[in-house]
């Protein structure tokens, strides 16, 4: 396990919604704090986004999305995750959630969902904290 | 230039009385020093403390600002604006499936809304039907769910479909959806020649800003301008292009972003058209705009007016139109979805309410206000109607609408219209040089403009330059609001079945071969023996679901895909 890497993002924007501008400024925030970022672009499904995670060998994926169909999405990537044998990639979401709907979300394995008004520099201060590199895969 | 509005003694005692106000602006400033370190709009454009003739010394009244309803139409696109007619107050709305729309439609009818305004849901603007893999959780979230003629019938029930203007925020499957409109108008007994109404159809937006991706810019480019040949034979009082600013602005673009950008959409749609061998007065008088009003007042006011006052000259002097319709910047606006706050949500109708102002003082044709609510969801009944009611307060109570353009001559106004003008043609220059739109937009180059200045203007809020209340200036919690809006989860079983058994019931034969004509339009040389309009709408009447219609465009002229750059 090589401590010093730095911690690899995937921002991925799940579902139809093209509302990418919390993804974009997010991923750059990412970048200027020193972490390494793949942004997907909109419009991914749950499996090519953990498709992507698995590939990049990410650390952390956060999803974005404003459409309202994260009920579906978002416990959907959480299960592709466990399917590839990819549990160990954290995940977070941003966006817009009924109230109700974010316990619903962390009781599915989402560690941490961001509302509107947070601020980038509190969620790059959550990650430091709450994200390691993962092991690395031994080929 | 033409002649001056002062004469030079005049200017000369301004200049010294300005010089002589400055000292003592300095001098009071060392008691009581400037709240702001630097003092700027939202877009983050410096503003002076005062302003003064000699800010616009160089403007003349007749030629740079004009009367209303004559060129260069700063202060107006008609001569009479609100003393005759009110703006059409259109309330874009779509929620669930076809019939939960229809009833807020009549809601919004019977409550004194003017206009319809169609939004739908994200597999619809995408193009693909509710039973699509790519559509899981999304049915009737952002919008109504429309697959088939046989929705859209059920949309638009009982509604006159010649009394009324119908907007419809569609945009790559704006040609099945305009089709699905005109065949189901027509099965209704309505003449195609009186329908009046607006589709977004404004595809190079998308790969700018709002991503509803679907085709690459150019068979984009074709199908925008065969709807503009339909319309300009067909469909004559139909905007086939709302040529939008919006999205722009939403996705974090500044003000000036926006109005170059938009117009320089504008710019390309017309040049397609001539290609096409149009004459520009036969179409460029149904082209319209589709504005933002954010929060900062004044900013948009002067976006409004040097919108139209761009627009006429380059429809005059570089398109060279004659008929002075074809250089009326009319449009539509909407209030700033992205002002809105999730905390303290009740604030949102003073945002909202202050926005409207602005559209109104910068001579909109058609206005939506957003909903204290639209910042989680859809809004609820209860919060579309206290929007509604904000404008009609605005229209009737406050007086605002008794004078024509009452800013003008405000030397802030003047000398800030004037800036963005100046600021967005200097952008004009730029995409001239990179070699239009198309070109710019894969050389990323506005893609990346917006995402800068949003990066930026979020960098603001946090350091709280940009002030934000409820969020970084007494920052509040979230309630929970006892009316929200939720979207049936079984809607999309129902939704589903229904379009299967829609295509089971057509006849195959007739399908198919609307279809294979369609394709064949596809495949041939854009022209008007190809215009794929009278195929569509004959595809739809046979029973051509959207994705089915969108799927063949997809097939014939490829896909775009989101470069996910930042």
Redesign the interface.
């Given at each position: 396990m090589n401590k010093s890497r730095k911690l690899r993002i995937l921002?991925a924007k799940p579902?139809?919604?093209?509302?990418?501008?919390g993804?974009?400024?997010i991923?750059?925030?990412f970048?200027d704090a020193g972490f390494e970022?793949v942004?997907?672009?909109?419009?991914q499904?749950p499996e090519q986004i953990v498709s992507t995670a698995i590939q990049e060998d990410v650390d952390l994926i956060g999803l974005s999305i404003l459409?309202?169909?994260?009920?579906?999405?978002f416990p959907r990537v959480i299960e592709l995750l466990k399917e590839n044998n990819a549990e160990d990639i954290t995940v977070i979401g941003g966006g817009?959630f009924?109230?109700?709907d974010i316990p619903v979300l962390k009781e599915a394995g989402i560690k941490e969902i961001f509302?509107?008004?947070t601020?980038?520099?509190e969620i790059c201060a959550w990650v430091d904290q709450n994200v390691k590199p993962r092991q690395a895969m031994v080929a | 230039m033409g002649k001056r509005q002062f004469s030079e003694s005049a200017l000369e005692r301004m200049e010294k009385e300005y010089q002589e106000w400055q000292a003592e602006y300095r001098k009071a400033l060392q008691k009581v020093p400037e709240r702001l370190e630097r003092f700027s709009t939202v877009s983050d454009l410096e503003v002076k403390p005062l302003y003064t003739p000699l800010d616009i010394k160089d403007k003349n009244y007749s030629e740079d600002i004009g009367f209303p309803g004559m060129y260069p139409f700063t202060r107006g696109v008609q001569s009479t604006m609100y003393r005759a007619r009110h703006w059409t107050m259109r309330m874009f709305a779509g929620l669930g499936g076809a019939e939960d729309t229809n009833e807020r439609f009549h809601y919004l009818i019977n409550h004194g809304e003017t206009g319809l305004s169609t939004a739908f849901d994200f597999p619809t603007l995408m193009g693909y039907d509710t039973e699509s893999p790519l559509a899981r959780g999304e049915c009737g979230k952002c919008g109504v769910a429309i697959d088939t003629i046989d929705d859209m019938q059920r949309l638009f029930a009982n509604i006159n479909l010649e009394d009324v203007t119908t907007s419809m925020t569609i945009n790559p499957p704006a040609s099945v959806i305009w089709a699905m409109y005109i065949a189901n108008a027509e099965n209704e007994g309505y003449d195609r020649k009186r329908l009046g109404g607006t589709i977004q159809n404004d595809c190079l937006k998308e790969f700018i800003a709002q991503k509803t991706l679907m085709l690459p810019p150019d068979p984009s480019l074709r199908l925008v301008t065969d709807t503009v040949e339909f319309g300009t034979r067909e469909v004559p009082r139909w905007n086939t292009i709302s040529i939008s600013g919006y999205h722009i602005r939403e996705a974090g673009a500044t003000a000036v972003q926006e109005l170059a950008f938009t117009v320089y959409d504008g710019i390309t749609y017309v040049e397609e058209c001539l290609k096409r061998g149009l004459n520009v007065d036969d179409f460029a008088g149904r082209l319209s705009y589709f504005w933002n009003s954010h929060i900062d007042f004044f900013e948009e006011i002067a976006k409004m007016r040097a919108g139209r006052r761009m627009w006429a000259r380059i429809m005059k002097e570089r398109f060279k139109a004659k008929n002075p319709r074809s250089m009326l910047m009319r449009f539509h606006t909407q209030t700033a979805g992205c002002s809105l706050t999730a905390q303290e949500p009740y604030n949102n109708v003073v945002r909202t309410t202050t926005e409207a102002l602005a559209a109104i003082f910068g001579g909109t044709q058609s206005l939506h206000t957003n909903s204290l609510d639209e910042v989680y969801m859809i809004p609820s009944e209860h919060a579309v109607l206290i929007a509604l009611r904000t404008q009609q307060i605005l229209a009737e109570e406050v007086g605002v609408t008794n004078v024509i353009d009452p800013l003008a001559g405000s030397y802030f106004v003047e000398a800030l219209t004037d800036k963005m003008e100046e600021e967005a043609t200097a952008y004009i220059r730029k995409l001239d040089e990179m070699g239009g739109m198309v070109a710019a937009i894969e050389k990323d180059y506005p893609q990346m403009e917006i995402a800068d200045a949003a990066y930026h203007f979020q960098q603001q809020v946090e350091k709280g330059e940009k002030v934000i209340i409820g969020v970084n200036k007494y920052p509040s919690t979230r309630p929970e609001l006892e009316f929200i809006l939720r979207i049936d989860p079984e809607l999309e079983r129902r939704q589903v079945e229904r379009t299967q058994q829609f295509k089971q019931k057509r006849d195959q034969v007739k399908f198919q071969r609307a279809m294979d004509e369609l394709r064949r339009r596809c495949e041939g040389p854009p022209c008007w023996e190809n215009n794929v309009m009278p195929a569509l709408i004959d595809a739809v009447r046979a029973g051509a679901t959207e994705q089915e219609c969108c799927d063949l465009y997809r097939d014939v002229f490829g896909v775009y895909t989101d470069p996910g750059t930042f």
């Open positions: 921002i579902g139809l919604d093209g509302h990418d501008r993804a974009r400024v991923a750059r925030a970048r970022v942004y997907t672009g909109c419009h499904t459409s309202g169909a994260h009920a579906y999405s817009i009924p109230l109700e509302e509107p008004g601020k980038l520099h | -």
